[in-house]
C-alpha cells in the first residue's frame, strides 16, 4: 500500500497534466450521471466547490442545480475554526473573494452561512477514493473535521456525501483512520459509484 504523500502526489500529478478539453468533458459527462440520479433529483440544498489544483470541475452539475431551480452553496473557511467550514448560498451573480489559500469563495455573510447538516447533498473534491468509499483529501482535514457529527449519528445523516473524481483517481484500498468520513458514493466521467454499506464493495448505477 502507498502512503498517502505518495498517491497525494501522484493523483495531483496526473490530474494536473489533463488538458482543458479533457477536464470540461469529465466534468460534463460526471454532471449528466449525477443530473439524472434519485439522489440529485431529491435534493435541494446542495453545495459544490470551486475546482483547484486539477481537481474534477462541479461547476456543470451546479448549473443543472440552478436551473432546476435547488439551492447551490460553497464552502467558506471559518475564521474561529480555521480547520472548519460553513456554507455560503452561491447564485450565479455571487462574488467569490480568494481566500487565504488563494481559492475563490463567496464573501460570508454571518447571517447567510449554513452549517452543514442543514444540506441535503455535498459534493466533496478528493485526491483518491477506493470501493468501500474511503477518501483522500489534501491533507488540511477540513471535509473530515466539519463532517465530524455524522459519526455520532445512526440515522438521519445529513447531507449526502458524493465525492467527485476522475476515474483514475480510485486506488485498490486506502489506509483509514478513525476520524475519517467515509463517502456515499463517488461521481465520475463514467457513472455513479454508490457504496453499499450492507456489503463490500459499489455498484455502478
Not at 117 to 143: A, C, E, K, Q, T
Amino acid at each position: 500500500m502507498s502512503s498517502k504523500a505518495d498517491l497525494r502526489k501522484q493523483m495531483r500529478r496526473q490530474r494536473r497534466g489533463l488538458s482543458a478539453q479533457q477536464r470540461r468533458a469529465s466534468a460534463e459527462q460526471m454532471a449528466y450521471h449525477v443530473a439524472g440520479s434519485a439522489l440529485f433529483r431529491r435534493s435541494r440544498h446542495i453545495a459544490g466547490y470551486v475546482a483547484n489544483d486539477g481537481e474534477l470541475d462541479p461547476m456543470p452539475l451546479v448549473e443543472i442545480a440552478w436551473a432546476m431551480q435547488k439551492i447551490c452553496y460553497l464552502p467558506v473557511l471559518d475564521a474561529l475554526h480555521p480547520s472548519r467550514l460553513w456554507f455560503t448560498p452561491y447564485f450565479p451573480d455571487s462574488e467569490l473573494v480568494p481566500n487565504r489559500f488563494g481559492i475563490p469563495e463567496p464573501k460570508m455573510l454571518r447571517r447567510r452561512r449554513v452549517p452543514p447538516w442543514r444540506l441535503d447533498l455535498m459534493l466533496v473534491p478528493l485526491v483518491g477514493f477506493d470501493s468501500d468509499g474511503n477518501r483522500l483529501g489534501m491533507g488540511g482535514g477540513f471535509y473530515d473535521q466539519t463532517l465530524a457529527f455524522l459519526q455520532r449519528r445512526s440515522c438521519w445523516k445529513k447531507p449526502r456525501l458524493l465525492g467527485v473524481a476522475y476515474d483514475f483517481q480510485q486506488v485498490n484500498r486506502l489506509p483509514v483512520e478513525p476520524w475519517d468520513i467515509p463517502l456515499d458514493g463517488i461521481a465520475t466521467a463514467s457513472c455513479i459509484h454508490v457504496i453499499d454499506r450492507g456489503r463490500t464493495g459499489y455498484s455502478g448505477v
